[in-house]
């Protein structure tokens, strides 16, 4: 019997020891906090109305868009434009807006814009200056709250009116969204002109919108990579002149140009150091490309790479202490840091495939380039090699140039088939993709800074 | 007695001997046992997320009888004059009425009660009840109730129960109740929490973890400050952007209607966690 005892006890003790779980007290009083989440969409829902600026009088102004009202009427348009175009916010227009009187501008009528459903609304006036001048207001309410959010004022040259809606446009993005801003800004591009084999390749300025087009070469020579000075008072870009390539730095304004660099070697991808005293460029000499650089007054160029193969592209960081670029050196195109003196070189592009044209944010968080694997696709990774993310998938993508802010990146795509050329931007997201109308084929587009 | 066993001490131990074989028979010859039926498994949930206090219905409520509506337009002004007089007089007069109830009350005696007895009391005490109170009241006469309305104006006759408790019969709110309350809030926090613009790289890794506390009115009496988590170099800048969102989505969500007041403990302190996706 007694070996019988333990038998049963230890059929008993599990049974025993579940009624004791079982039995176990309830935990103490629950904490009397409901807590729940909130999923919201990254879709951009925000509703924001922008009906025509209003205006004291309606007299004849000296601007491209008319009396003092039509001109509010452009001032809000272009405003509309540039959020709808970059896919900022769900923006209506002036054309389905009804026309606010001065008074209300600084005293909305919140009920009337609620019951239309719009969460933000953006108001202004324009004022003709007697010198001349046109002066525009700018506010920002969350109608939703009754609030003011944000205004502001310029006055501007009268031919400089469209800047006056970009800063508007810009003060809106950068209060809603926490962004510095990109809109007033202008960008240099190559446009492309005639048949493949004898193409013809100009420098031409835009605004960021793609107004105020000019054309700043003849096409007697090729123009090629052309680069913004920080301060925005000239461009630099390479010209070929009969195979013979040289480094121009050109005014906009007066179209007067000076002759940076000319050798007998082949040049690539000029680009400037932050602070505008330094040029960035690759020369070839004899099957080994390495990178220079070079004051931008003029002097003796300085080696900063000496690996064979074939070293290009470099792209100073914000603060310009480090280089980017672009090596052979391991047997295919990759991307490697440097710093600013050719030390430390250290490949950082390991993604498969090859890297090829990096390009530093101006905010110094991500680097853009074109990744080969197949076709040529815009993407953006952290300095340190890590957190690819693609932002284009196309057949031939290439050239990122970075906004002002660092948040939108330009680039050019070549049509499969036809070999056309166009210039496209897309924001970092990947979600906002869209083609800058250009009067001709475009490539190598070059955003320059916010305009000072 | 040269044996050492007596005879019955013998026929004892072959008695037992015979006892064991037999029992050591049994035990071998019986059938294995068959193996132990399946234990019936119930799964069990472990969760924090307990009462302190049951939301079972409470099993003493007594709820108050169907009672059809009143109808019609308040009584005009002769009879609003008199008011105070009716008034005092209800009251002293509800006192005799526990009684029947305390007696009625299931729990104590829920078997000995013959249903037969109760059954008929009911309507008794009804029909006395109801002819003191009308004269005494006077005013639940309105304009234009019908005669059927007022018929059931009192309640349903020989309707089971003779409780006043007029709310629900449970203590506590129970976990559908709290899940309604949670939906109505997070419903309306959502539209104004979308409609406010906060975008860009890496904002699907922000989180906001708002605490703030209702008045029985369902209005935002406070909102705690808090930190936005998640932030990475790509994203600092849509830091403020987003706690400025949370706050405003609160803000413009309030107040938030069907929240039952008597349960305000429990709906009081809440916790709104941000984010986008």
Known sequence: MKKIIPFLLAAVLPASALLAQSAAPAPAAAPPEVEEDVVGSLDNDAKIAIPAFATNADVPTQTSAGSTSTLGFSVANVIFADLRNNGLFQPTGPSSLPRPALAQVQAPDYGSWQSRGVDMLVQGYVRAESSGNITVGCYLYDVALGQQRVKAGWTVAPGDWRRAAHKCADLVYSNLSGENPFFDSRVAYIAETGPKDRRMKRLAIMDSDGANHTFLTTGQTIALTPRYSPDYKSIMYLSYTNGQPRIYIIDPQTKAQRLLLSTNNPLFAPRWSPDGRWVLYSMATGGNTDIYKIPSAGGTPIKLTDAPGIDIGGSFSPDGSKIVFESDRSGSQQVYVMNADGTGQRRISFFGGRAATPEWSPRGDQIAFTHIVGNLRIAVMDPAGGSLRYLTDSWQDEAPTWAPNGRVVQFFRTAKTSGKTSLWQVDLTGRNERRLETPVDGSDPAWGPLRP | ?277
């Open chain 2, 1 to 277: 007695m040269r044996r050492a066993l007596s005879r019955e001490e013998a026929f004892g131990l072959g008695l037992a001997a015979l006892g064991h074989v037999a029992l050591a028979w049994v035990l071998v010859m019986a059938k294995p046992s068959a193996p132990p039926p399946p234990i019936d498994r119930v799964s069990v949930t472990l969760s924090d997320e307990m009462g302190a206090v049951s939301t079972s219905p409470n099993p003493k409520s007594d709820p108050m009888a169907d009672k059809g509506p009143e109808l019609g337009e308040p009584a005009p002004v002769e009879e609003a004059a008199p008011p105070p007089q009716p008034q005092a007089q209800p009251q002293p007069k509800p006192q005799p009425a526990p009684q029947p109830r305390v007696a009625a009350v299931p729990p104590p005696k829920p078997a000995p009660v013959p249903a037969p007895k109760t059954a008929p009391a009911k309507p008794q005490q009804q029909t006395k009840a109801a002819p003191k109170a009308v004269p005494a009241t006077k005013t639940p006469a309105k304009a234009g109730a019908s005669s059927f309305d007022q018929l059931f104006a009192k309640g349903i006759p020989g309707g089971s129960s003779k409780g006043r408790d007029q709310t629900s019969a449970a203590s506590q709110a129970s976990a559908q109740q709290v899940a309604s309350w949670s939906s109505s809030i997070n419903s309306r926090v959502r539209g104004p929490w979308n409609s406010c613009p906060v975008n860009g790289l890496d904002v699907n890794k922000l989180r906001a973890s708002v605490r703030f506390t209702l008045d029985p009115n369902g209005r935002v009496q406070s909102i705690e400050d808090f930190d936005v988590t998640g932030v990475t170099e790509a994203n600092r800048a849509q830091v403020k952007p987003f706690k400025d969102c949370a706050v405003r989505a609160i803000r413009l969500a309030a107040p938030f209607a069907g929240l039952p007041p008597e349960f305000h403990d429990q709906w009081k302190n809440r916790r709104l966690n941000f984010r986008k996706e």
